[in-house]
């Protein structure tokens, strides 16, 4: 058996873990099974209700893994919209995203809407992880 080098972020032997499909995204045959991925497969939220019941558990993910993975952390609060774009995550366009660092321990990011031009934005919703330990 040959040892061949890794792209992986944390090595491991045998099959990765398999995650189940959810309703809203795509399932095709091409989908691979990434552990690290932010989705299991093309993912398009098409309005703020679908925004506010998916979005939070992909930018969850994509918190933790900043927390392992220097460059998709500088990516990632760079352009927080054009990271997701590259793991095929689709926002509506009054979606608005900002990763906030400064001042902060840990990356926080904030999701707005901004229904048309030269309205108010509105803040739809905020994360941020923090560590918690107990007995």
Request: glycine share 6%; aromatic share 6%; hydrophobic share 40%.
């Amino acid at each position: 058996m040959s040892h061949q080098p890794t792209t992986a972020l944390v090595p491991f032997r045998g099959n990765v873990p398999v995650r189940r499909k959810r309703p809203w995204q795509a399932q095709t045959v091409s989908d691979a099974i990434d552990a690290y991925a932010l989705t299991a497969g093309a993912t398009r939220l098409e309005n703020r209700a679908e925004v506010e019941r998916f979005l939070p558990d992909i930018l969850g993910r994509a918190l933790a893994r900043c927390w392992i993975d220097a460059g998709f952390r500088t990516r990632f609060c760079a352009d927080p919209r054009g990271t997701l774009a590259e793991h095929r995550i689709e926002l509506p366009g009054s979606i608005e995203i900002e990763v906030v660092t400064k001042g902060q321990t840990r990356p926080m990011v904030i999701v707005s809407e901004r229904p048309s031009q030269g309205t108010q934005r509105r803040r739809l919703l905020y994360l941020q992880l923090v560590m918690v330990a107990g007995k």
